[in-house]
């Protein structure tokens, strides 16, 4: 299974996720409104009771563990899955009117740091503040995700909600997604060759440290294009006007160009370099990024020069000697 298609997975649960949530929210919206509604008594409560099974349904079929109480923390609400995720044996109706605490302290065994789980779970109760994504590790190594909601009633505390959410599938996509970029980054890292990687705009989003030596500077090229690098560097315009033409050669091209291009070191020292750039494509054909690649040819340069200056000097010979000079072969 490819990275993309991994990365795909990931960001497919996390929107049906968002989905059931945002449900959830309006349903509860509509519940809030309707029991400050004013009309008939008897319609209120026939359309409060329908939003209220609507509610129980959609949690009671939620892949996250819902788990509510009251002001007095007292279960109103909790679901199955909440359960399963767990192990209560016992049906989640039976758990109704339960003290939250208890059922803290039924789990806490399960967390593989139990008092630190309750001490947690404690200060956020008391600060009533939503908490998103507060990770929890299981004995077992599984790993899961909570959010705290407070819940108000006419600005009043009427208590809070936990959801919890199993994320060990998440975390090894995410975790094998990590190792391979460190696999492939430190490849590039270690592979004597310029390499940059850019936006269709030529925006930087990733040098080596044989590009770029300079850690700091590095890092703050990052999301600058080419003429801010060169602004900041002090490096003249005409060079950012030749390394910008080459750029939309290879963009509007769609092919790999390549270019001798002559510079000069901290030293003021000549140096070459033979530059490459090909552009990625997606599957539209659209340039999704372009990837450059340089590799130092001054050594060449010099040993090409110095070969030419010697056929310069013996065609002098040759052209201007006062004897007669000629070969022969056997």
Known sequence: ???????KELDNERAARTAAEERILKLNEELDALKHATGHESNAGQAIAKVNNRLNQLIANLQNGIFAVDENRKVEVINDTFCKQFGLTVPAADLIGL???QISDEIKHLFKKPNQFIERTNEIV????????????LVTGQIFSRDFIPLFSSGKFSGHLWKFTDITRNKTIEATFEAQRKFYEQILNNTPADILVCTPDYQYLYLNPTAVPDPELRKWMIGK??????????????????RRA???LVKDSRIQQEKEEKTFNSVGDVVYHLRKMYPVLDSN???EMVIGYGIDITERKKIE???QLSEKRYREIFSFSQAWIGTHDM
């Open 99 to 101: 003290n939250g605490s």
């Open 126 to 137: 008391r600060n009533r503040k939503t908490v998103v994504n507060d990770e929890l590790e």
């Open 225 to 242: 294009n080419v003429e801010e690098y060169c602004l900041h560097t002090n490096k003249s315009a005409r060079f950012a006007e030749s």
């Open 1 to 7: 299974m490819t990275i993309k298609t991994l990365q």
């Open 285 to 287: 054909g659209e340039v």
């Open 246 to 248: 080459f750029f939309n």
């Open 305 to 307: 020069e110095h070969i």
